[in-house]
């Protein structure tokens, strides 16, 4: 029998980078990253709120740092684009409202290192992670939220550096790709669909073009085909957007942040959070181990699920599933392997990871749009325990 379904179809969605949930995502990291940057130890859970013309920015926050919160949501909205008054939603006129106070002591003893019941830096929620890597595309990722990422990307490059982008162009946008599989390898693309707010005096022409171009550009030319279905603004017109048309929040966008549906999620969102909160942290370890058992040949795609309880710093249990494709048998040697070459113990998952090293060519606020995976700034996408690996699974 074979290890893949022979033939389907697999869509994944992205959101870009002035979508009022992306928008809050990134207020929230900026937060983040300027306390670590002042004070490496904070400790971060900040959520945010936008709608028409206000920010709300709440949570716990334990921290030396001296943060200016209003400024830093202002520089965010206007680096965004978010910087004329007619959109309803402006850096410069927007009300905002800072609502923050510090963690609880409660769960503050449990994530300290020699305070709570183990004396040892716990995680700092009970929960499960997942990390997900497949070799469907060179970053590892599965195609389909791969090239939804860069279709957005793209688009916020021509609104930003071109004269009809920054004419017609604002900041809300959303992609939808959907790939035919053979045999668990993509194939062709069979639809796209992207929604882009504009001006009211752009062509519908002119947007139509420029998608069929955005994506000529930025998906291989082996998945393309004259039959592709494609979806544009398909309610007609989408002039009003951003937080004016829908509410925004911290970490409502958990899929389209992390494989774009693909495989499992334990529910955590990460942005606003700090590397003790192993929502975050865990799931960017779960990726690195992932994408290094798949970068070294040990599967073709790898699923690792970790769990923790609050205050404890081992993990309660740790689960591989390459789903067919790997090399060893799954639960009595390629975990074996993995705890050999990895440790998932919140603290050292930090250092492993240089977690409270920002600012070393990477930011939060990088990752708090256009996915958290996939791309190479991040530390936890580097694939450099294959060595490690090879020599603790005994292959060549």
């Known amino acids: 029998m074979s290890k893949y379904r022979t033939n389907h179809i697999f869509t994944s969605e992205s959101v870009s980078e002035g979508h009022p949930d992306k928008i809050s995502d990134q207020i929230s990291d900026a937060v983040l990253d300027a306390c670590l940057a002042q004070d490496p130890k904070s400790r971060v859970a900040c959520e945010t709120l936008c709608t028409t013309n206000f920010v709300c920015i709440a949570g716990e926050i334990t921290t030396n740092a001296k943060v200016d919160f209003e400024k830093l949501a202002r520089d965010t909205i206007r680096k965004i684009g978010y910087d004329k008054p007619e959109l309803e939603f402006c850096a410069d006129t927007c009300k905002i409202d800072v609502r923050v106070h510090s963690q609880s002591a409660d769960i503050a003893q449990g994530v300290n290192e020699g305070e709570g019941l183990f004396k040892e830096q716990g995680a700092g929620d009970q929960g499960m992670m997942f990390g997900y890597a497949s070799n469907e595309t060179s970053t590892l990722m599965p195609a389909p939220v791969h090239y939804s990422h860069r279709i957005l990307e793209k688009f916020a490059e021509i609104r930003r550096t071109t004269t009809e982008g920054k004419k017609y162009l604002r900041p809300d946008a959303k992609s939808q790709v959907s790939f035919r599989y053979d045999h668990g390898k993509p194939v062709r693309v069979e639809a796209v669909v992207v929604s882009h707010q504009h001006s009211a005096d752009m062509s519908r022409e002119w947007l139509e073009k420029t998608v069929r171009e955005v994506v000529a550009s930025v998906i291989p030319v082996e998945f393309l085909h004259t039959g592709i279905t494609y979806y544009v603004n398909p309610t007609g017109q989408f002039i009003i957007g951003g937080p004016h048309g829908d509410c925004g929040l911290t970490g409502r966008k958990i899929i389209v942040d992390s494989y774009g549906g693909v495989g499992a999620h334990g529910g955590g969102a990460f942005s606003g959070k700090d590397p003790t909160k192993v929502d ?117």
């Open 280 to 396: 975050r942290s865990a799931a960017y370890m779960a990726r690195y181990v992932a994408k290094n058992i798949v970068a070294t040949g040990l599967a073709e795609k790898c699923e690792i699920q970790v769990a923790y309880a609050i205050g404890v710093a081992e993990p309660v249990s740790l689960c591989v599933d390459t789903f067919g494709t790997g090399v060893l048998p799954d639960d009595n040697q390629l975990e074996g392997v993995i705890r050999k070459v990895f440790s998932m113990k919140p603290a050292a998952i930090e250092e492993i990871l240089g977690l409270r090293k920002t600012g070393q060519g990477w930011k939060y606020q990088d990752s708090a749009a256009y996915g958290h995976f996939g791309r190479d700034l991040f530390p936890w996408e580097k694939t450099n325990k294959t060595a490690e690996l090879r020599a603790a699974a005994g292959v060549k």
